[in-house]
């Protein structure tokens, strides 16, 4: 019979393919992105398994994956939702991801530039925010769960900042608003009431001495 695999593993292969045209695309690849994969390898540090390249995410510039053996995302969140039903921390039974990149998509022929030259030098702030907003979306793309909210959230907000082009995220002044003069309510002499020239002053004696 025939071997299944499920197709969030990693590795694998449609076999639909010219196997010597693959093999050596592949290698070519490889050369060409081997620093930016050993780069990101060492920057991710344990966020991730390993990082790789792949061929089989179309126009995706990344996807995460598990391992051959590894927890699909449907498992992950039984998983997460059984943890916290009995208040205990998922984070200890993740089972460790591979990022998967694709080298044609133009994010990795930019982030490939940036690469130090340096193994010690530290990328930028922008770069950071790149490349950990690049696996949060490659998490999404595999249905995972983005672990780091709080980062998350400041790399949204300062790439806002930079779409915007503000400066600061610091609050302005506040506003002055003007002094205003208390002026008296004007009164309708339209506006509905009584009005004492309405009664017959005669029919109302009348009805007094009546009483």
Same mark, same amino acid.
């Given at each position: 019979?025939?071997?299944?695999?499920?197709?969030?593993?990693?590795?694998?292969?449609?076999?639909?393919?010219?196997?010597?045209?693959?093999?050596?695309?592949?290698?070519?690849?490889?050369?060409?992105?081997?620093?930016?994969?050993?780069?990101?390898?060492?920057?991710?540090?344990?966020?991730?398994?390993?990082?790789?390249?792949?061929?089989?995410?179309?126009?995706?510039?990344?996807?995460?994956?598990?391992?051959?053996?590894?927890?699909?995302?449907?498992?992950?969140?039984?998983?997460?939702?059984?943890?916290?039903?009995?208040?205990?921390?998922?984070?200890?039974?993740?089972? !460790?991801?591979?990022?998967?990149? #694709?080298?044609?998509?133009?994010? $990795?022929?930019? @982030?490939? +530039?940036?690469? =130090?030259?340096? &193994?010690?030098?530290?990328?930028?702030?922008?770069?950071?925010?790149?490349?950990?907003?690049?696996?949060?979306?490659?998490?999404?793309?595999?249905?995972?769960?983005?672990?780091?909210?709080?980062?998350?959230?400041?790399?949204? !907000?300062?790439?806002?900042?930079? #779409?915007?082009?503000?400066?600061? $995220?610091?609050? @302005?002044? +506040?506003?002055? =608003?003007?002094? &205003?003069?208390?002026?008296?309510?004007?009164?309708?002499?339209?506006?509905?009431?009584?009005?004492?020239?309405?009664?017959?002053?005669?029919?109302?004696?009348?009805?007094?001495?009546?009483?």
């Amino acid at each position: 019979g025939k071997r299944f695999s499920t197709i969030t593993h990693d590795n694998i292969s449609f076999g639909d393919e010219d196997e010597d045209l693959k093999k050596r695309r592949a290698k070519a690849y490889s050369e060409k992105f081997d620093p930016l994969v050993k780069f990101m390898n060492k920057f991710y540090g344990r966020a991730v398994g390993k990082v790789m390249i792949s061929n089989r995410l179309g126009s995706s510039p990344a996807i995460v994956s598990s391992g051959e053996f590894g927890q699909s995302a449907n498992q992950e969140r039984i998983m997460r939702a059984q943890a916290f039903a009995h208040g205990q921390d998922a984070g200890g039974m993740m089972g !460790m991801k591979t990022l998967e990149i #694709n080298p044609r998509h133009p994010f $990795f022929e930019a @982030l490939l +530039e940036m690469v =130090p030259a340096d &193994e010690e030098e530290k990328p930028d702030l922008e770069t950071r925010d790149a490349l950990w907003t690049l696996l949060d979306t490659a998490l999404l793309n595999g249905g995972y769960h983005i672990n780091e909210g709080k980062g998350f959230n400041h790399r949204m !907000m300062r790439s806002i900042k930079r #779409n915007l082009g503000t400066d600061t $995220f610091d609050l @302005l002044p +506040e506003i002055d =608003p003007k002094v &205003e003069e208390d002026v008296a309510p004007e009164i309708d002499e339209f506006a509905s009431g009584i009005n004492l020239e309405d009664f017959d002053m005669d029919e109302m004696d009348e009805f007094k001495q009546e009483l």
